[in-house]
């Protein structure tokens, strides 16, 4: 079992930057794929990025291609979401995931959710 907690959320202009980390508990991080889910109102639930167990696969939603960057410090049981460009419609609440079957089909449920932070984007 792991336990998530998210930190880095905010208020930011639109084209600012904001870095999202999600610490982990445990010490069997390193067996856990990763990942950023968001929320925005009124809409479901999607997946924004995500990371392989090792850190050398990597997924991301059409829509954060080239502006959102996953990475992740097994040392130190934290997964990061550098987001930068940032536009209104990135606001959302952003979540955590993380899964310990995952291998290479990032896209797959996870079963570990953090209790997420709130990302909100002015124009």
């Known amino acids: 079992q792991v336990q998530l907690g998210e930190s880095g959320g905010g208020l930011v202009q639109a084209g600012g930057s904001l870095r999202l980390s999600c610490a982990a508990s445990?010490?069997?991080?390193?067996?856990?794929?990763m990942g950023w889910f968001r929320q925005a109102p009124g809409k479901e639930r999607e997946l924004v990025a995500a990371?392989?167990?090792?850190?050398?696969?990597?997924y991301y939603e059409d829509s954060v291609k080239g502006r959102f960057t996953i990475s992740r410090d097994n040392a130190k049981n934290t997964v990061y979401l550098q987001m930068n460009s940032l536009k209104p419609e990135d606001t959302a609440v952003y979540y955590c995931?993380?899964?310990?079957?995952?291998?290479?089909?990032?896209?797959?449920?996870?079963?570990?959710w953090g209790q997420g932070t709130q990302v909100t984007v002015s124009s």
């Open positions: 445990g010490r069997t991080f390193n067996s856990f794929a």
């Open positions: 995931v993380a899964d310990p079957l995952i291998g290479g089909n990032l896209r797959a449920p996870y079963r570990y």
């Open positions: 990371i392989t167990r090792g850190g050398g696969g990597t």
